[in-house]
Structure formats: structure tokens, C-alpha cells
């Protein structure tokens, strides 16, 4: 399965201003945010370039890492990080049956609208996609 990248303008709660910022040091989009934060170190690193806390730029990157999975996206990737997941391996390791209902408080609590939380089924291609994401 090939993982999904976009612009960093469609990162969940992104500002202009940030975008201006992550622009200014060549990154674009999720691709290149992952690639200049693959490990502590370089994140540290990109953290104090960017003059971010890292706690920010931590919580960018995992809605980059999230988003990576296509049915998943920039749509859901809050509501997974909302939720407690913060990874690709870690969505790819949350069974069903405890996710689902996390993910159904937090989206009626936020949204006040039944309709609209992701089904069972929904969430299901989610952890299969992590699980075949963190494969590679």
C-alpha cells in the first residue's frame, strides 16, 4: 500500500502563520516534515531551527505520520490523535472493539452529531492499513 502525503496547510489546526514557518525551511508538505523528524534527534533539532516547542511540532508530525494512512487521511487524523493514537504502529496495534467507542464519545462530544462519527467499519480499514503501513 502506497502511504498518502499532502500539503502542510491541511494539517488540523495549522496555522498561516506556521505554514509561512514550515515554508520558509523547505517543508511543503507531510513528506517532508516526516523526513526532517524521523528520529528524536533530528526532531529536536528541526524543533529549535523552527523556534517551536517540541511538544508542537511533535503533535504536526503525528497528524503527518496519522494522515499517512489513504483512508485516514487529513479528514480523521485529528480525530485519531484526539483519541489518543499518536502513530501508525500504535492505531496499527488498538484493537477494534476499544477504539471504536473512544472515537464515537470524542466525535458526538466535539460535533454533537451522531451521524457523522466513522463507523465500525470505517475505523476497521483504518487499522488494517496501519497494520499494513507499519509493515514497510
Known amino acids: 500500500m502506497k502511504p498518502c502525503y499532502w500539503s502542510i496547510e491541511k494539517i488540523p489546526g495549522l496555522s498561516a502563520t506556521d505554514q509561512k514557518l514550515l515554508n520558509q525551511h523547505g517543508i511543503k508538505t507531510t513528506f517532508d516534515l516526516l523526513k526532517r523528524s524521523q ?4 526532531k529536536q ?14 503533535k504536526w508530525v503525528a497528524l503527518a505520520d496519522l494522515g499517512r494512512i489513504p483512508s485516514v487521511n487529513y479528514q480523521y ?40 462519527v466513522p463507523t465500525v467499519g470505517q475505523v476497521r480499514k483504518w487499522i488494517e492499513e ?4 507499519s509493515m514497510n
Open 130 to 133: 496501519a497494520k499494513l503501513l
Open 45 to 58: 533539532l528541526l524543533a529549535s531551527q523552527l523556534k517551536l516547542s517540541l511538544m508542537q511540532l511533535s
Open 77 to 116: 487524523c485529528g480525530l485519531l490523535l484526539h483519541s489518543g493514537i499518536i502513530s501508525v504502529v500504535q492505531l496499527a496495534q488498538t484493537p477494534l472493539a476499544r477504539l471504536h467507542p473512544t472515537i464515537k464519545r470524542l466525535h458526538v462530544a466535539t460535533m454533537q452529531r451522531k451521524d457523522l
Open 39 to 42: 528520529t528524536t534527534q533530528s
